[in-house]
């Protein structure tokens, strides 16, 4: 079993806008961060890709089992406009990113301009996917204000950089079975939730689990959290069994980090 973090950062700065800044990291705690994921032995992948891997085992279970692999995911909510640096930083050292971003925040004070958008997608590793338009939360909206949601905030990505949108991430990681549906109605291929639990081969590609960064997480918290895969069970053991111990002793081992 591939047990995988799957990172949420939000916003790297030294002057934060106030209503994010428990989830802020100083510049140079970041650069802590980029220098812990970098040594920790796993290999960054984009999350297309570990959606591509998830689905791959899911077709084909025995030998997604056979090959477990230390990979790490980095991810951004919302678009803040320190996102550039940030996933430069993450760049330069072989670190892809995959920005989600809020629509109607583009331009505000703090966030991405359509240019900053364009100059984040231009660089090397970065993916833009949608944050929805107005970060509501999308299991208390009526169907028509879902689908806008879901589907306006993807094609206005689209029109701003020219190319699709693939990929969602639920605000305040709500995604009841409707919300769900209505994402995956609006055309993306894959979406990321929060849950504060690391990902595996089973998890759900439209809801994606991610350990959220607050700004007490620590360069040694981060190392250990990279760190946390141990031997699994048996291999005659069932599957499903199996993926699900692992996933419990990690989410044990996490919360006992984090309390
Ligand atoms: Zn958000």
């Known amino acids: 079993m591939t047990v995988v973090p799957v990172l949420l950062y939000h916003s790297v700065s030294d002057d934060p806008l106030p209503e994010i800044a428990e989830y802020n ?11 812990v994921i970098r040594d920790s032995g796993r290999t960054p992948i984009t999350f297309a890709d570990w959606v591509g891997r998830m689905r791959a085992a899911a077709a084909d279970p025995a030998d997604g ?10 991810t951004f909510d919302d678009g803040y406009d ?6 430069a930083l993450l760049g330069e050292h072989g670190i892809p990113s ?22 984040l997608a231009a ?7 949608s944050h929805a338009v107005s970060h509501r939360r999308l299991d208390e909206l ?8 879901v589907r306006l905030s993807r094609t206005r990505l689209a029109d701003v950089l020219g ?17 769900r549906r209505a994402v995956q109605d609006a055309g993306y291929a894959s979406a990321a939730g929060v849950k504060n639990a690391y990902s595996h081969e089973r998890d759900d590609v439209y809801g994606v ?4 960064a607050t700004r007490d997480w620590s360069a040694d918290q981060l190392e250990r959290f990279l760190g946390n895969d141990r031997p699994l069970a048996p291999r005659r053991e069932k599957l499903q069994t199996k993926g699900y111990r692992a996933y419990r002793r990690v989410r044990k081992r996490l919360t006992e980090v984090t309390s």
């Open 65 to 74: 089992i056979s090959s477990p692999e230390r990979v790490v995911v980095v």
């Open 163 to 179: 190319r699709p949108c693939e990929t969602f991430a639920y605000p305040h990681g709500n995604h009841g079975a409707r919300v």
């Open 25 to 35: 990291l100083t510049r140079q705690r970041f650069a802590d961060h980029v220098r």
């Open 98 to 119: 995959t920005v989600y971003v809020t629509t109607d925040y583009v331009g505000r004070s703090g966030f991405v301009d359509e240019a900053g958008l364009r100059d």
């Open 209 to 212: 689990a991610r350990l959220m």
């Open 142 to 149: 009526p169907a028509s204000e879902l689908g806008d949601e």
């Open 123 to 129: 660089i090397d590793g970065v993916t833009v996917g």
């Open 82 to 87: 320190n996102n550039l640096s940030a996933c």
